[in-house]
């Protein structure tokens, strides 16, 4: 089975500098899709951002990139000039490309603050 | 399209009382989750249906945990009889099989307090 790992509970950033956020992954699997989610006080879940796994590109969405690492089962978020309505809780997400278990794999989250 | 539509938002119950939550998922889509969310354990999957069909239920915590899809358009989740640990916020999410490709569409969430 898959897991997904998000090693820092909290992270904080000052507006309009860079965080980034990590999160690793395990799977047997080789094609497959990852996803960070934002969810914010509204507590609505948001997409952020996706990267298919057989693209060696990275992911860019205006301020946020990933740094997308295959071989490492890394999947790192970045966040630049942080605004404070990117104060949120992120979860990193996990999705198999196969037919059998389309389910998506969170993982705990991180909660990210951001000081003015 | 509306987006995932649930129902309640909020629900107060009180302990050993049925709680049923209901969802209309994204039109067109043939995936169904149903995850639960706390501060100690995060957010969990209970179970997810594939063109109405339960898929995988190993989430559901026990017995007092139920859920249906009658049709494409509506899903509901019902515990029966409700404890004060099953407080929680419950989202139901859906999604397309496109090789994994489409993200899961959250509704809004219903927040499950049981006292």
């Known amino acids: 089975a898959q897991t997904v790992t998000q090693s820092q509970p909290e992270m904080s950033v000052q507006e309009a500098e860079t965080v980034t956020l990590s999160c690793t992954y395990d799977t047997s699997e080789s094609d497959y899709y990852l996803f960070w989610y934002k969810q914010p006080p509204s507590r609505q879940m948001i997409l952020v951002i996706r990267q298919e796994a057989y693209k060696q590109q990275n992911a860019t969405e205006n301020r946020f990139s990933v740094n997308f690492q295959k071989a490492a089962k890394s999947f790192s978020l970045k966040i630049s000039d942080s605004q404070l309505g990117d104060a949120a809780m992120y979860f990193c997400a996990y999705r198999s490309a196969h037919n059998y278990g389309q389910n998506f794999v969170f993982g705990p989250g991180t909660r990210l603050s951001v000081l003015p | 399209d509306a987006g995932v539509i649930q129902s309640p938002r909020h629900e107060v119950t009180e302990m050993g009382q049925e709680v049923t939550l209901r969802c209309k998922p994204i039109?067109?889509?043939?995936?169904l989750f149903w995850y639960r969310q706390t501060m100690m354990r995060g957010l969990e999957l209970l179970i997810y249906?594939?063109?109405?069909?339960?898929?995988?239920d190993s989430g559901m915590p026990e017995d007092r945990f139920s859920a249906k899809m009658p049709n494409a358009s509506f899903s509901t989740l019902k515990i029966q009889p409700s404890e004060p640990r099953d407080s929680a916020v419950y989202f139901c999410?859906?999604?397309?099989?496109?090789?994994?490709?489409?993200?899961?569409?959250f509704g809004q969430g219903t927040r499950l307090t049981v006292v």
């Open positions: 249906f594939n063109n109405n069909v339960p898929i995988d």
């Open positions: 999410a859906s999604s397309f099989r496109d090789r994994g490709r489409t993200e899961a569409f």
């Open positions: 039109s067109g889509h043939d995936y």
